[in-house]
């Protein structure tokens, strides 16, 4: 079965360096997303992205996170200049559309830890 | 402002046992109700997804329910399994346009024992 697939699975860094998170959707999959799970918090939504372009994003989603595919295949959230507190484990996710039949669904997360 | 709650928070029962996951969500105009599972450490995988329209949705040994007017979806597991363990996330998204978030409960984590 397709799934949608994320590297790494684990990034240490410094507060204040950049990260890449990269992210592999479902090959006929039209709508991307990413969300974050703090370490015993729910799971909250980010940026949904189509068509080149963002769809949507949370308040969350500042001036420091950009989003990316900068091939047909990859997907891409950039954090600038990490804080402490963007320690979580992002999710990518993926669907077809965003018709009410159609799941997101969501790749194994990179856990992000900013020291 | 849509707010997901799930109850109980963590259940612990002993194999075999059916059982009654709750979510309760504030705003009953939803698009959609998905139920996930996550293993610890792990990515979410979509078990159920109930549209709007829908009563409930079954899958193997699982029922989800969904009563809008009332705000509340139940998910049903029968014949539980030490296999079952993890954390049930509900999740929903509201509007068929220009929303296409998921606002998720802050899960129940289930424990079956052997």
């Known amino acids: 079965e397709p799934e949608v697939t994320q590297t790494p699975s684990h990034q240490v860094t410094q507060m204040g360096q950049e990260v890449i998170l990269r992210c592999v959707p479902i090959?006929?999959?039209?709508?991307f997303y990413w969300y974050r799970q703090i370490l015993g918090q729910k799971v909250e939504f980010l940026v949904s992205?189509?068509?080149?372009?963002?769809?949507?994003k949370s308040e969350i989603f500042d001036d420091q996170f950009s989003v990316e595919r900068p091939d047909g295949s990859n997907f891409t959230l950039k954090i600038r200049s990490t804080k402490l507190e963007d320690s979580a484990m992002y999710f990518c996710?993926?669907?077809?559309?965003?018709?009410?039949?159609?799941?997101?669904?969501f790749g194994p997360g990179t856990r992000l830890t900013v020291l | 402002k849509q707010e997901v709650t799930q109850i109980p928070a963590a259940l612990s029962v002993p194999e075999g046992e059916n059982l009654v996951l709750n979510c309760s969500f504030t705003?009953?105009?939803?698009?959609?109700l998905q139920w996930f599972r996550q293993d610890p450490g792990k990515g979410l995988t979509s078990l159920l997804l109930?549209?709007?329209?829908?009563r409930e949705q079954t899958s193997g040994r699982l029922n989800a329910s969904l009563d809008k007017s009332s705000g509340r979806s139940t998910l049903y597991i029968a014949a539980s399994q030490p296999g079952d363990s993890a954390t049930y996330l509900c999740?929903?998204?509201?509007?068929?346009?220009?929303?296409?978030?998921?606002?998720f409960g802050t899960g129940t984590r289930l424990k079956v024992l052997a």
């Open positions: 996710a993926s669907s077809e559309s965003p018709r009410s039949t159609d799941t997101q669904y």
């Open positions: 090959s006929n999959h039209l709508y």
């Open positions: 992205f189509y068509n080149n372009e963002i769809s949507e």
């Open positions: 705003d009953s105009a939803i698009y959609n």
């Open positions: 109930i549209q709007s329209s829908q």
């Open positions: 999740a929903v998204r509201l509007g068929p346009s220009g929303t296409y978030k998921y606002i």
